[in-house]
């Protein structure tokens, strides 16, 4: 299947810095990826949607000044957690979807980024 | 509203039991649904999606529009089941989105 890399795997920052998480695509072209976030125990709430060379679309509730996501290429989108607090701390997953025959709808899956912050 | 409904945050069984893990979704148009799995330690993944009508892992989900669900089920439990399963709805609602149900932890007793 499909491989959908994210770096880093984990982080840990002090309040008020900025971090960014890479999502990349490895061997295919993902017209669409994902952010999702996972509280412990809790299931996957998706962030924001995002297509390559256009605007992220977010979730209600999700600010997008705080959460700035960039998709510059059909194999790289990025998340930056801005002047991240103690609250943003949590599980990021990113998936991907496109670019593959037969592929339909189905997401491919990153392993996700642990973000702490301090 | 888009909403995708998993009854149960836990189910236990014993080893060779039957399982059926329920999802129920709502949803205004045509979904295509999926379960996916997430193995301890391991990132999440596709086990099945409605298009495809396949049995995987012994793993079968037939769609019922009628009920609008979705139920996951297997005819004989084993311990390598156990795992954290997610009912999915993908559609097009303002755009391509996919909706996670609160997901199902299913433990396999030896």
């Known amino acids: 299947g499909a491989v959908v890399s994210q770096h880093p795997s984990w982080v840990i920052c002090k309040s008020g810095t900025s971090v960014k998480i890479e999502c990349r695509s490895l061997?295919?072209?993902?017209?669409?990826m994902f952010w999702y976030r996972q509280f412990p125990k809790q299931s996957l709430m998706l962030m924001a949607t995002?297509?390559?060379?256009?605007?992220?679309?977010?979730e209600q509730g999700v600010e997008k000044d705080k959460f700035l996501i960039n998709h510059a290429s059909l194999t790289l989108s990025t998340l930056t957690v801005t002047s991240a607090h103690p609250e943003d701390s949590s599980f990021y997953i990113c998936?991907?979807?496109?670019?593959?025959?037969?592929?339909?709808?189905?997401?491919?899956f990153g392993p996700g980024t642990r973000l702490t912050v301090l | 509203a888009q909403r995708v409904t998993q009854p149960e945050k836990l189910l236990s069984v014993f080893k060779g039991a039957p399982v059926e893990l329920k999802c129920n979704y709502s949803?205004?148009?045509?979904?295509?649904l999926f379960w996916y799995v997430q193995y301890s330690r391991q990132r999440l993944q596709l086990l099945l999606r409605h298009i495809s009508r396949e049995s995987i892992k012994g793993f079968t989900a037939d769609l019922n529009k009628g009920e609008t669900s979705f139920h996951l089920k297997k005819p004989f439990a084993q311990e390598e089941d156990s795992a954290m399963y997610y009912c999915?709805?993908?559609?097009?609602?303002?755009?391509?989105?996919?909706?996670f149900g609160a997901g199902t932890r299913l433990f396999v007793k030896a």
């Open positions: 949803y205004s148009g045509s979904p295509e």
């Open positions: 999915a709805l993908s559609g097009y609602t303002g755009g391509f989105k996919t909706i």
């Open positions: 998936s991907a979807r496109g670019g593959l025959a037969g592929g339909g709808n189905e997401q491919f």
């Open positions: 995002s297509n390559e060379g256009s605007k992220a679309t977010y």
């Open positions: 061997d295919f072209q993902a017209t669409t």
